[in-house]
């Protein structure tokens, strides 16, 4: 049996083939028109997605499977338990991500560093049970509040590297948010570590490939966790 797992986030369609829990293919959409088409080139007979967007039903009705067809929410039976307050407004993102920090790593404490339009830090312990975590601006966020927040700031790309010291407003902007960015990163980590032995910190999201080699060792880079955590709540759903 093929499982197809479907991450639609902010800005594109990410979808992912299972075999065995295995990764077996990627692909990536910019719309739901070409999401579907990669349906109908690879065939599957269970599929599972997770949306931002409130329109997941629909492109889950264009998809055509002969199994399960499910939509990730907090209330799906789940492979973690969820010890937090409101569980009807956690994000469906760190959701799956949490379940697939427990699959690469069972039984072992988890950090996830998911670094994307926002940046958030979500803990699973050891028995599985989500305890909670941290939501803070992403790195495009961050420049485009200064834009928006200011009268004269201008809007900037993303820079893969910055220094410490910018010498125009462009760069100074640049090595603000990026530099900032890491430090957060590199502290929420810390803290985590100090509260917690034998910690797996996981960093994954769009953004994660500009911090792997500015975080603070040892991490885990896991592009793909989102999908994996996907595969993992589908086959604990349907007991495959």
Not at 23 to 48: D, F, G, M
Not at 193 to 207: C, I, S
Request: proline share 5%; hydrophobic share 45%; glycine share 8%.
């Amino acid at each position: 049996m093929i499982s197809l797992a479907i991450d639609w986030g902010n800005t594109r369609i990410k979808m992912g083939w299972f075999r065995q829990g295995m990764l077996i293919r990627k692909e990536t959409a910019a719309s739901v028109a070409e999401a579907v088409a990669h349906t109908l080139q690879h065939t599957a007979t269970h599929v599972i997605i997770s949306s931002v967007n409130e329109e997941a039903e629909a492109l889950l009705q264009e998809i055509s499977v002969p199994g399960e067809k499910l939509v990730l929410s907090p209330a799906l039976s789940l492979p973690i338990t969820l010890d937090y307050e409101t569980p009807q407004t956690l994000g469906v993102d760190r959701l799956a991500a949490a379940c697939g920090a427990i699959h690469l790593f069972p039984h072992t404490p988890c950090l996830i560093v998911d670094a994307g339009t926002c940046i958030t830090y979500d803990y699973v312990d050891d028995q599985h049970v989500f305890r909670g975590g941290s939501i803070a601006p992403g790195l495009a966020m961050r420049l485009k509040a200064m834009h928006t927040f200011t009268a004269r700031l201008p809007l900037v790309e993303i820079a893969g590297t910055a220094p410490l010291l910018g010498k125009s407003t462009q760069a100074a902007m640049q090595s603000g948010a990026l530099r900032g960015m890491t430090a957060e990163i590199n502290g929420m980590i810390e803290q985590h570590r100090n509260q917690t032995a034998n910690l797996h910190v996981l960093l994954t999201g769009g953004d994660a490939q500009l911090f792997e080699n500015q975080v603070k060792p040892p991490i885990f880079a896991a592009p793909d966790l989102v999908l994996l955590g996907l595969n993992r709540i589908l086959t604990h759903h349907v007991g495959f």
